[in-house]
C-alpha cells in the first residue's frame, strides 16, 4: 500500500515539473532550467521561477503574401510580380510573423 502511494506521488511530482516546464518555451530562462528547479526544488518554485522569468525576445515582422503563389515579400507592393507575368492580378494579403 505505501509503495503504490509512493509511486501516484512521484508520478504526480514529475507531471506536475514537465507541465511548468513545458510553460516555459517562451520565456528568458529556458524549459530545462525551470524543469531543474521543479525536479531538484519543488514544482511550486519551478512555477515561482517561470513567473519571475523575463519573457523571451518575440520578433514580428510584418510580410505580405500572394494568396494564390504562396511567395512572401516584405515590401507592400499592390499585385504579386510573378502572377502578373502569367496575365493574373493577385493582391497580396499582409501577415505577421512571430519568432522567438
Given at each position: 500500500m505505501t509503495?503504490?502511494?509512493?509511486?501516484?506521488?512521484l508520478l504526480i511530482y514529475m507531471i506536475l515539473?514537465?507541465?511548468?516546464?513545458?510553460l516555459a518555451v517562451r520565456k528568458k530562462i529556458g524549459r530545462l532550467k525551470v524543469f531543474l528547479f521543479s525536479i531538484f526544488l519543488t514544482p511550486l518554485t519551478g512555477l515561482l521561477v517561470y513567473k519571475l522569468s523575463a519573457p523571451a525576445h518575440v520578433l514580428s515582422i510584418q510580410r505580405y503574401r500572394c494568396v494564390r503563389c504562396g511567395v512572401d515579400f516584405t515590401?507592400?507592393?499592390g499585385d504579386c510580380p510573378y502572377c502578373k507575368k502569367e496575365g493574373r492580378h493577385t493582391s497580396l494579403h499582409a501577415i505577421q510573423v512571430v519568432c522567438i
Amino acid at each position: 500500500m505505501t509503495i503504490t502511494w509512493f509511486i501516484s506521488l512521484l508520478l504526480i511530482y514529475m507531471i506536475l515539473s514537465f507541465v511548468i516546464s513545458a510553460l516555459a518555451v517562451r520565456k528568458k530562462i529556458g524549459r530545462l532550467k525551470v524543469f531543474l528547479f521543479s525536479i531538484f526544488l519543488t514544482p511550486l518554485t519551478g512555477l515561482l521561477v517561470y513567473k519571475l522569468s523575463a519573457p523571451a525576445h518575440v520578433l514580428s515582422i510584418q510580410r505580405y503574401r500572394c494568396v494564390r503563389c504562396g511567395v512572401d515579400f516584405t515590401e507592400p507592393i499592390g499585385d504579386c510580380p510573378y502572377c502578373k507575368k502569367e496575365g493574373r492580378h493577385t493582391s497580396l494579403h499582409a501577415i505577421q510573423v512571430v519568432c522567438i
